[in-house]
Nanobody, 130 residues
Framework: VQLQASGGGLVQLGGSLRLSCVVS????????IGWFRQAPGKEREGVSC????????YYADSVKGRFTISRDNAKNTVYLQMNSLKPEDTAVYYC????????????????????????WGQGTLVTVSS
C-alpha cells in the first residue's frame, strides 16, 4: 500500500495549487482519503477528507470555501484544489488512509491528527508568500 502526495510548490498570496494523492496497492473507491498538514513548529491540522461510502466531504473551518477535495477512482487519485491561498496555508501536506480499519473521515483524521500516526511518505510542501 502506497500513497504519494504531489503538487506542492511556491505560490503567491491568493494563488492556487492542486495537490494529488496517488494510491496504489488497494482500490481507492473502497476507502476514505484525508489530507492533513503540518507547518513548522505547529501541530498537525486535519484539512479535508472524502468518504468512500457516500462521497461526503469534510473541511476544516480554516479552508472551507477555498479548498475542494475530489476523487477519480479510475485514476486511483484524490485531489485537493486549493484556491485563495494564504501564508497560513504554508505547510507540508500529507494524504492518508487506513485500508485495514477503513474508517470514516472523522476517525481517519483523528488517527493522524490526534493520535499522530506516522505519515504515508514525505508529503508535499506548499509555501505561500505574501
Amino acid at each position: 500500500v502506497q500513497l504519494q502526495a504531489s503538487g506542492g510548490g511556491l505560490v503567491q498570496l491568493g494563488g492556487s495549487l492542486r495537490l494529488s494523492c496517488v494510491v496504489s496497492g488497494f482500490t481507492l473507491d473502497y476507502y476514505a482519503i484525508g489530507w492533513f498538514r503540518q507547518a513548522p513548529g505547529k501541530e498537525r491540522e486535519g484539512v479535508s477528507c472524502i468518504n468512500n461510502r457516500d462521497g461526503s466531504t469534510y473541511y476544516a473551518d480554516s479552508v472551507k470555501g477555498r479548498f475542494t477535495i475530489s476523487r477519480d477512482n479510475a485514476k486511483n487519485t484524490v485531489y485537493l484544489q486549493m484556491n485563495s491561498l494564504k501564508p497560513e496555508d504554508t505547510a507540508v501536506y500529507y494524504c492518508v488512509t487506513d485500508p485495514d480499519l477503513n474508517p470514516d473521515c472523522v476517525l481517519l483524521l483523528r488517527l493522524w491528527v490526534i493520535h499522530n500516526r506516522p505519515s504515508w511518505g514525505q508529503g508535499t510542501l506548499v509555501t505561500v508568500s505574501s
